[in-house]
């Protein structure tokens, strides 16, 4: 059975940067298309960005273009998130989630019920 762990949230100053991690163990992620998510308070749980079990596609919510990059060493079973220019507004928990992709491995899946493991969730607060 999957299981991931995220690691790397903490407290950022505005345009400040955090490395999120997601440490896969019980399986190979490399056959594991990957998502990242966060949830303010009060809100939804919304798509941040996500990535093919190739790696070979990416791609990432209107909010976080240009500022945020996903991507995954399957060597070490572990898939990023790297935040930069933070803004309070990034303020959420963060979870990454894996869906199993034997097919292609070019498809990256953008909506959260297309997902099936889940994380617990790391906390990223950006603040002065």
């Known amino acids: 059975q999957l299981q991931l762990v995220e690691s790397g949230g903490g407290l950022v100053q505005p345009g400040g940067s955090l490395r999120l991690s997601c440490a896969a163990s019980?399986?190979?992620?490399?056959?594991?298309?990957i998502g990242w998510f966060r949830q303010a308070p009060g809100k939804e749980r919304e798509g941040v960005s996500c990535?093919?079990?190739?790696?070979?596609?990416?791609n990432y919510a209107d909010s976080v273009k240009g500022r945020f990059t996903i991507s995954r060493d399957n060597a070490k079973n572990t898939v990023y998130l790297r935040m930069n220019n933070l803004k309070p507004e990034d303020t959420a928990v963060y979870y990454c989630?894996?869906?199993?992709?034997?097919?292609?491995?070019?498809?990256?899946?953008?909506?959260?019920?297309?997902?099936?493991?889940w994380g617990q969730g790391t906390q990223v607060t950006v603040s002065a």
């Open positions: 989630t894996a869906r199993l992709d034997l097919g292609s491995g070019d498809v990256c899946y953008d909506e959260k019920h297309e997902y099936h493991h």
């Open positions: 019980g399986s190979t992620l490399a056959y594991y298309a």
């Open positions: 990535i093919s079990s190739s790696g070979g596609s990416t």
